[in-house]
């Protein structure tokens, strides 16, 4: 008898569905290249036009404020993504357009033109949407309901994402940093191509999972659909004047106390209006105690996440900033400065090296009888994550005494973060799903993927409060007098190309009330090569460094920044102490709030697990696999 030959879809390697390798290397070289251009995505922003290697020449608080709409964004559109999987095209589909969308967008990233970096960024976005949340449930779809090997498949994944997610940093931000920005965004879009190819080819090993959604069975229990909710929220009174009173704030708020991204912010407060309806709908729709007790549970942990993301995403936003701006990074050993990028492969290597250690002292609690519930690993997460930033602390305060601050300060605190993740991530998308009520598990996943975009949002607007306003100057002088004060190399080169320069200073107010800027190295006095743009800011500048008592023996480092900017020179007055005080207060406040925040959800812990009503006493010991980002996947 000739042997069958089986399918390729139900071939294995090593023990698993061939096709879960498939998934692997597609998902390794797309959080390839995510990671790798987030890596330096704040970095180009900033990078000036007219340096060596030009970028944006963005102030930080709009490179800020950017970062934290598009990392929002990314988990926002994940919403839509999931909706337009399940009900028309399928995960296997959405998951190829995905990947075409995310080829494109790295692509025109790398174009050197401005239009293309919101198109670029566009166009990740609605990627990342499309693919993000649907590949992982495709892993799931590899294995029968009850597959014992199913959580190491997870876990065989999620080593994918840690590596693709570790490598991209280093890779990317190497050549970024000898090449050029543009040829960083570039190799992302070629690992993105080389996912993309893995995908394409081993489709013959998927067909039988991701496939287009056949006809709905509608039962009691079947998800409520959002145009049903929505309609219902339109149709309670109660809910209705609270929105309606949310929108018309919505537009109030932003139009009287904000100067910038005025539109953007009425559209997102309008999203929350809408989100506070469908909770108030939600909760009045349920069935019993048991179900709204769950739900107020349920809204908590949204809470937890929130406030877990909007501390922890300073990572790619104001600690990356750090790295570049204020971190020694000379190794003397290698005779090599690393680039401020490769701090963000610490994040995915420590989880590869410490998630099975942290995962075991979990397991050992509980197996001992010790608290190990989900909320208190969620709140222990917050609070170990927020003491990573104590390490910062201690960074800010030697940067005041020295000049910068050591490379050590960046590792232990990602150390911390990652530990903090590893307590708190894997269990939050998890505890959301027993919470959720079965006709609402959609709603709450969705709800889920805006509570972690909120947090990515709040950690923007964390990082852009953080940065000192500055003063607007105008240059006087003519390049003969400036040269000799220029902080460059090569001061001819700076001039003759038009380039970015820096003159260091020292400022004090004299004994007759004047400001006096020295150069750091000659003791020269320099006001006379620049002007005030207006009495304004002179004003201002004075009522700012009257605080710290300025004299011929206390003196303020300061910085006057010159870009060539339509045909001249302007520059700004960047006043150091303002910034390393903003910067310390930024970091002892996140230590501060997601301690005490921590604290508290541990002494509500009691009460709180009362109202689960034994929702997490079904659990199945090892479904909480987890990788570099929250598990936002791996239940659907």
Known sequence: MEATVKPAYQKELFGHPAGLYILFFT?????????????????????????????????????????????????????????????????????????????????????????????????????????????????????????????????????????????????VGYIASEYGWHYGFGLAAIGMVLGQLVYIFGQRYLTHVGNKPSSLIHTEESSVSIKEIFQNMLSTKKSLAVVALLVALSFVIPLQFMETEVTAYIVFF??????????????????????????????????????????????????????????????????????????????????ILFGIPVAWFWSRMKKKGKEASSIFKMAIGVIVMGLGFVFMVFATLQYEANGESAIYWLIFAYLLHTIGELSASPVALSFITKLAPLRYAALMMGLYFAATGLGNKVAGIIGESSQAERIDIELSADQNQLSQFVANANPEEVFENNKAFIIETQLYTN????????????????????????????????????????????????????????????????????????EFQTFMGIVIFTVAFGVLVILLLKPLKRL?????????????????EIADDEVK
């Open 612 to 628: 689960t009503h034994g929702a997490e006493e079904k659990e199945v010991e090892g479904l909480e696999a987890e990788g570099f």
């Open 511 to 582: 004994s007759s009330g004047e400001v006096v800027f020295e150069e750091v190295n000659t003791d020269e006095r320099i006001n006379s090569v620049f002007t005030y743009e207006g009495e304004k800011s002179k004003s201002e500048l004075l009522s700012r460094i009257k605080t710290y008592n300025t004299s011929e023996d206390n003196k303020l480092l300061t910085y006057l920044k010159f870009d060539y900017q339509e045909g001249e020179y302007q520059g700004r007055i960047e006043i150091d102490q303002f910034q390393t005080d903003l």
């Open 270 to 351: 309008i999203f929350l209006s809408v989100v506070v309806g469908f909770m108030m709908t939600v909760y009045e729709d349920l069935n019993g105690k048991i179900e709204k007790d769950r739900f107020i549970v349920l809204l908590l942990s949204f809470l937890i996440v929130i406030v877990f993301w909007g501390a922890f995403e300073q990572a790619g936003g104001l600690l990356n900033i750090y790295a570049q701006q204020k971190t020694d990074r000379f190794l003397p050993v290698f005779d090599y400065t690393v680039p401020a990028a490769f701090f963000q492969s610490l994040n995915p290597t420590y989880i």
């Open 27 to 171: 998902e390794l070289w797309e959080r390839f290249s995510y990671y790798g251009m987030r890596a330096i995505l704040t970095l180009y922003m900033l990078a000036k036009v007219s340096s060596e290697n030009p970028g944006l020449g963005w102030e930080e608080g709009k490179a800020l404020a950017i970062y934290g709409w598009y990392t929002m964004l990314v988990y926002v559109v994940s919403i839509p993504g999931g909706i337009i999987a399940d009900k028309i095209l399928g995960q296997k589909q959405s998951v190829m357009i995905g990947g075409w969308l995310l080829v494109a967008g790295h692509g025109v990233l790398s174009i050197e033109q401005d239009w293309a970096f919101y198109t670029g960024l566009l166009l990740i976005i609605l990627g990342v949407g499309m693919l993000k949340p649907n590949i992982s449930t495709m892993v799931g779809g590899l294995y029968r309901e009850g597959d014992a090997r199913r959580d190491k498949g997870f876990s065989i994944f999620y080593i994918g994402i840690n590596v693709g997610a570790a490598v991209a940093a280093i890779l």
